[in-house]
């Protein structure tokens, strides 16, 4: 698929994914949700010392925050990321209960006085991902960018809900594939080039 092709195709598939995730019920959302959490505890058992990067959310996906406060509580350290200028590789910044925040792209709030940090996790939200473990963002680039030349790499886990899969995105040179999905069906590995659950 050319270029300019792919992007009319991914606006338009980005539209249909959000009328997909949109009118979800609140309960199913929250019933999502916990699954998605518990999940993350069974895929992070050790993450005392570590920095568990996160996004701040933004439309109606997971809420990551009730994860990340109960990771503070197990000796992890929060960051969030924040995008410098666009097409260039977003800096993690770290975050507390006490960090002041600041709206950024997408009138996200963002981290402007905490110190900048290296994460060894980054919970990524998903927009849409494939059975090949690709994930579609919401067209910025940032996070893509950002993983092609942060090192060492953090673990990269997307971060969503079953209804955004897609049989493929038609990834690109620049797309980088996810470590892990994990959604309400459990935790999902990439290996050989495709999806798995993990037992």
């Not at 009319?8 to 916990?34: K, M, N, Y």
């Not at 010392?49 to 992890?76: M, N």
């Not at 953090?154 to 209804?163: D, M, N, R, S, T």
């Not at 049989?167 to 459990?186: A, K, N, R, S, W």
Request: charged share 20%; hydrophobic share 45%.
């Amino acid at each position: 698929m050319v270029e300019q092709t792919l992007k009319v195709w991914r606006t338009r598939l980005r539209a249909e994914l959000d009328a997909r995730r949109f009118p979800a019920d609140p309960t199913d959302r929250a019933r999502w949700s916990a699954a998605n959490e518990a999940q993350h505890q069974r895929l992070l058992t050790n993450v005392s010392g570590k920095i568990v990067a996160f996004c701040w959310p933004y439309q109606p996906e997971y809420e990551a925050r009730p994860l990340i406060l109960r990771f503070l509580t197990r000796g992890a350290r929060a960051a969030l990321p924040v995008v410098v200028a666009p097409r260039q590789p977003m800096v993690f910044r770290e975050w507390t209960l006490e960090t002041k925040l600041v709206a950024g792209v997408y009138d996200i709030p963002v981290p402007v006085e905490s110190p900048e940090v290296l994460p060894a996790v980054a919970l990524m939200p998903l927009a849409g991902f494939d059975d090949a473990g690709y994930r579609l963002g919401y067209g910025g680039g940032f996070f893509d960018g950002t993983l092609a030349v942060v090192t060492p790499r953090p673990l990269a886990i997307g971060v969503g809900f079953e209804l955004a899969r897609l049989p493929t995105i038609h990834p690109q040179p620049h797309d980088i594939p996810l470590d892990y999905v994990v959604t309400e069906l459990g935790v999902q590995r990439r290996a050989g080039g495709e999806l798995a659950l993990k037992p």
